[in-house]
């Protein structure tokens, strides 16, 4: 797949475009950006400088990704999901000094309209529900919902709902991997 970049998106130069990723209307990488490879950037996104996004990383149409994001390799970012990098901005206060990172981990999707408030980090394969607003890190395979995001569960690597039973174990159906609960805190992937 070689890489594409429609004629109405801007790409400035010095940013970082991997082999085989496309970019589509109207969107804007800036100088400092560095996106990896097979990446898929839809209609009207802005990527900031400084934003770093892994390989095999999709970004649906609206987004804005704000300096600070860093997006590890195979995440999804719905539509019109809104990121932030300033905990209270002013109009007339300059606050570039003071741009929180936020990070999302490996195969975490972010669904749409979903707003991340800057300085957090979304777990490896987490899921962030339609139109959540999250606001503190959410642990890896977390399935949460909501305004604030509150946690309903617990998502396989391959996206369906995880189902425990009372030893802790779940079996991912589309996959056929077992999961397993520790503690009813946090989930690793078992042996088959």
């Given at each position: 797949?070689?890489?594409?970049?429609?004629?109405?998106?801007?790409?400035?130069?010095?940013?970082?475009?991997?082999?085989?990723?496309?970019?589509?209307?109207?969107?804007?990488?800036?100088?400092?950006?560095?996106?990896?490879?097979?990446?898929?950037?839809?209609?009207?996104?802005?990527?900031?400088?400084?934003?770093?996004?892994?390989?095999?990383?999709?970004?649906?149409?609206?987004?804005?990704?704000?300096?600070?994001?860093?997006?590890?390799?195979?995440?999804?970012?719905?539509?019109?999901?809104?990121?932030?990098?300033?905990?209270?901005?002013?109009?007339?206060?300059?606050?570039?000094?003071?741009?929180?990172?936020?990070i999302i981990r490996k195969g975490a999707t972010i669904g749409a309209n979903a707003t991340i408030v800057c300085g957090n980090e979304i777990?490896a394969y987490a899921f962030i529900g339609a139109g959540a607003v999250v606001t503190k890190s959410i642990l890896p395979y977390a399935l949460?919902?909501?305004?604030?995001?509150?946690?309903?569960?617990?998502?396989?690597?391959?996206?369906?709902?995880?189902?425990?039973?009372?030893?802790?174990?779940?079996?991912?159906?589309?996959?056929?991997?077992?999961?397993?609960?520790?503690?009813?805190?946090?989930?690793?992937?078992?042996?088959?």
């Amino acid at each position: 797949m070689k890489t594409f970049i429609h004629d109405t998106a801007v790409v400035d130069e010095g940013a970082v475009i991997g082999e085989g990723t496309h970019i589509w209307h109207f969107s804007h990488i800036m100088p400092s950006a560095k996106i990896g490879e097979y990446c898929s950037i839809g209609q009207n996104v802005f990527i900031a400088n400084k934003v770093t996004l892994g390989n095999n990383v999709k970004v649906q149409n609206n987004v804005s990704l704000y300096e600070g994001v860093i997006c590890e390799d195979n995440v999804f970012i719905g539509p019109s999901a809104v990121f932030t990098n300033v905990i209270n901005p002013r109009s007339a206060v300059s606050r570039k000094t003071e741009y929180q990172t936020t990070i999302i981990r490996k195969g975490a999707t972010i669904g749409a309209n979903a707003t991340i408030v800057c300085g957090n980090e979304i777990g490896a394969y987490a899921f962030i529900g339609a139109g959540a607003v999250v606001t503190k890190s959410i642990l890896p395979y977390a399935l949460v919902t909501g305004n604030p995001a509150t946690q309903k569960g617990w998502m396989s690597e391959h996206g369906n709902k995880l189902e425990f039973d009372t030893a802790g174990k779940a079996i991912c159906v589309a996959s056929n991997t077992t999961y397993i609960l520790v503690e009813g805190k946090h989930v690793e992937k078992g042996s088959n």
